[in-house]
Antibody, heavy 122, light 107 residues
Framework: QVQLQESGPGLVKPSETLSLTCTVS????????WNWIRQSPGKGLEWIGY???????NYNPSLQSRVTISVDTSKNQFSLQLRSMTAADTAVYFC????????????????WGQGTPVIVSS | DIQMTQSPTSLSASLGDSVTITCRAS??????LNWYQQKPGKAPKVLIY???GLQTGVPSRFSGSGSGTDFTLTINSLQPEDLATYFC?????????FGQGTKVEIK
């Protein structure tokens, strides 16, 4: 059973860059799409972007100018960088896998990591 | 972006009741609609995929229906462990978007 675990700092200063890593265990990172999603009281659940194990990415246009998602297949990990952090980026950050119906475009998010809270404050 | 609007925002029901949550998309999304359950302090968990597909391991009292712009999640015979917030999410097009959530409380 695939499990995901986020890791990274819980506190980031304004204007700095957030770096989070998601470690995938119990299965290979290959052959799937992998997502970052965040949740805050103000904005609810917000999809940040995905990366395919091949390296292709797709980002939310609202964050595209500040986001980079990368993958390290040798470590079974993928990572998020979010630049120029502000208080509005304070949220719980989740990593998650895209699941699909074989041969179809129907997709959903499963499983999710437990989430890691990130506070932006000086 | 496709806007997802859920109603109600919260509800209170008795054990054994049937509960219905609705989700409306701002444009047609066929059946590219998923439902998640989130318990306090936990990550969301998928209940229903593709509008009506029951995820493996999810109790059969959960069901989903709808197509196009209007969708429903029904919980039959509400149980204590169903205390949670429920979200819809569209996977029709990127960026994927979520409803604001419906908090289910037990009377």
């Amino acid at each position: 059973q695939v499990q995901l675990q986020e890791s990274g700092p819980g506190l980031v200063k304004p204007s700095e860059t957030l770096s989070l890593t998601c470690t995938v265990s119990g299965g290979s990172i290959r052959s799937y799409y992998w997502n970052w999603i965040r949740q805050s009281p103000g904005k609810g659940l917000e999809w940040i972007g995905y990366i395919h194990y091949s390296g292709s990415t797709n980002y939310n246009p609202s964050l595209q100018s500040r986001v980079t998602i990368s993958v390290d297949t040798s470590k079974n990990q993928f990572s998020l960088q979010l630049r120029s952090m502000t208080a509005a980026d304070t949220a719980v950050y989740f990593c998650a896998r895209t699941e699909t119906v074989p041969g179809h475009h129907l997709s959903w998010i499963d499983p999710w990591g437990q989430g890691t809270p990130v506070i932006v404050s000086s | 972006d496709i806007q997802m609007t859920q109603s109600p925002t919260s509800l209170s029901a008795s054990l054994g009741d049937s509960v219905t949550i609705t989700c409306r998309a701002s444009q047609r999304i066929s059946t590219y609609l998923n439902w998640y359950q989130q318990k306090p302090g936990k990550a969301p968990k998928v209940l229903i995929y593709a509008a009506s597909g029951l995820q493996t391991g999810v109790p059969s009292r959960f069901s989903g229906s709808g197509s196009g712009t209007d969708f429903t999640l029904t919980i039959n015979s509400l149980q204590p462990e169903d205390l949670a917030t429920y979200f819809c999410q569209q996977s029709y097009t990127y960026p994927w978007t979520f409803g604001q959530g419906t908090k289910v409380e037990i009377k």
